[in-house]
């Protein structure tokens, strides 16, 4: 399929191991026209051969950031594939110097049991869900949030009808035109001087 989507779109996907984030990344580049897949995981394994964390985790982030502002300067839009199991490492991935584009995390929905299954399927053994269990949070609610299911693959084509829609749409509250603007500086200075005095 050769799709088009509506704007120049960051899409961070995040979710626990074995969750179809590989699987819908690749579906995203290969449907649309114009998207590049950036996967941290192949980056750290082409660079130090080591699984997560590796020894300099800050360079791995560093290039992936490197690579999404490339890409999204020369006119791709970009999915970055990276387990994102905080909301610091989310945040880092989302944020853009371009104003201009539209940011969107999603995060992989998958019940526990269902992951467990899949980890001794591929891995052997549930070690590394007990491993994300002890480093994942919620989502902070500010952020353009798309919850995909992928319990099976009815409802992973049933989240993935509902993201392209989203992608295929002209107006839409996750893109940048209807975001809020943030409050001027000086009345962010202002407020949290009163927070400060009320203390």
Not at 59 to 65: D, E, G, K, P, V
Not at 104 to 124: D, T, Y
Request: overall charge positive; proline content about 6%; charged content about 30%.
């Amino acid at each position: 399929m050769n799709r088009v989507a509506r704007g120049l779109w960051n899409v961070v996907l995040s979710g626990y191991p074995n969750s179809g984030k590989t699987v819908l990344a690749r579906r995203l580049v290969s449907e649309y026209q114009g998207f590049a897949r950036v996967n941290v995981d192949e980056l750290r394994q082409m660079l130090f051969n080591e699984a997560p964390p590796c020894r300099d985790e800050y360079i791995i982030y560093s290039l992936i950031a490197a690579m999404r502002d490339a890409l999204l300067e020369r006119g791709y839009s970009v999915v970055i594939d990276s387990t994102a199991p905080d909301n610091v490492t989310r945040e880092f991935l989302m944020t853009t110097p371009d104003e201009r584009v539209n940011e969107l995390l999603i995060v992989l929905n998958v019940e526990r049991e269902i992951l467990i299954k899949r980890s001794i399927e591929r891995c052997g053994d549930a070690n590394l869900v007990f491993a994300w269990d002890k480093r994942w949070e919620e989502p902070k609610k500010k952020c353009c949030l798309f919850k995909f299911r992928s319990n099976s693959m009815e409802e992973f084509e049933s989240s993935y009808a509902l993201l392209t829609e989203l992608l295929d749409s002209e107006t839409h509250p996750f893109k940048s035109e209807f975001r809020p603007s943030p409050p001027p500086l000086r009345q962010i200075q202002r407020a949290l001087r009163k927070f400060l005095r009320v203390r």
